[in-house]
């Protein structure tokens, strides 16, 4: 009888070291993890790469015989344009040609009736209309710290004899470099 449990113990006493030589083993290794960030600014809040909206120069209304009517570049939603770019880029804005250029003497933009009727009119980065931005003028922000920066552009249009009463418009186009 005891040879009998000797032979069972034996190989009850080597399943249970095997089984506790394998709870006992460790594995290691590693997870590799990596992200690339690029450099990029949004423009407004929106972020793409084409057909973003810089604003608007809502010049009002007014009558037919103005002299002249300024306004501000003012965001979609109202207030500053707002341009924020990645940290350590420094952000220019050129401001091209619109779709009338050169079209009506007295101001090297125009707003145009869509019938053939312009309305001049010139950029300035002065809210007093001194400093005139022609086209494909360039206004240069900071080095970007990833705050938002303001652009500051005002329109100045300038009347003329014979306007007749309408709604007149332009586009001007706008590239981001950073």
């Given at each position: 009888m005891q040879s009998l449990a000797l032979r069972l113990a034996v190989p009850v006493l080597g399943l249970a070291l095997a089984a506790g030589a394998q709870a006992a083993t460790t594995v290691t290794?590693?997870?590799s993890s990596s992200l690339i960030l690029t450099s990029s600014c949004l423009v407004n809040g929106g972020a793409g790469t084409?057909?973003?909206?810089?604003?608007?120069?809502?010049?009002?209304?007014?009558?037919?015989?103005?002299t002249q009517t300024g306004t501000q570049l003012v965001?979609?939603?109202?207030?500053?344009?707002?341009?924020?770019?990645?940290?350590?880029?420094?952000?220019?804005?050129?401001?091209q040609g619109g779709l009338h250029d050169g079209q009506s003497t007295g101001g090297t933009r125009a707003l145009y009736d869509g019938v053939a009727n312009f309305v001049p009119y010139d950029l300035y980065t002065d809210s007093g209309f001194n400093n005139l931005l022609a086209a494909n003028?360039?206004?240069?922000?900071?080095?970007?710290?990833?705050?938002?920066?303001?652009?500051?552009l005002w329109g100045k249009a300038v009347g003329k004899a014979g306007l007749p009463?309408?709604?007149?418009?332009?586009?001007i186009a706008v590239q981001l470099s950073f």
């Open positions: 290794g590693q997870i084409t057909n973003l909206n810089f604003g608007s120069l809502n010049f009002g209304t007014t009558t037919s015989l103005f965001a979609a939603g109202g207030g500053a344009v707002s341009i924020q770019c990645s940290s350590g880029t420094t952000p220019t804005v050129t401001i003028g360039v206004i240069n922000l900071a080095a970007s710290t990833g705050a938002a920066q303001t652009i500051n009463a309408g709604t007149y418009t332009d586009t």
